[in-house]
């Protein structure tokens, strides 16, 4: 996984075996300030592609969002792209920072 690039504390070995698991294309972290995550109170925004062929139900995501959760030890809200506002999805894709990309190690 040579082309994530990502804070120097993000478990990022664990993050990709997790998603290698799972119908996940493509993970970002929101926004730029990497520091905030690290505080247990804060929330950390995560952006989940998933595969083009998967079926992903809620509770599915759920069940992603707690696990990811746990990986990072803080909490997690997990979206997907088309839960982003039109206006505003350009900006957060902008400042969004890739930890996992099913091929990035190919």
Known sequence: ???IVAPRAL???E????CENQPIARLLLLGSDFD??????????M???HLPD???SYIDMARQERVLSEILGAAVDLRTPNELEPTSKQQILAGATLVFAEDAGE
């Open 54 to 56: 998967a079926s992903v």
């Open 11 to 13: 478990p990022i070995e």
């Open 47 to 49: 952006l989940v592609e």
């Open 36 to 45: 905030a995550w690290l505080r247990p109170e804060s929330e950390t925004g």
């Open 15 to 18: 993050i990709g075996a997790y």
């Open 1 to 3: 996984m040579s082309d």
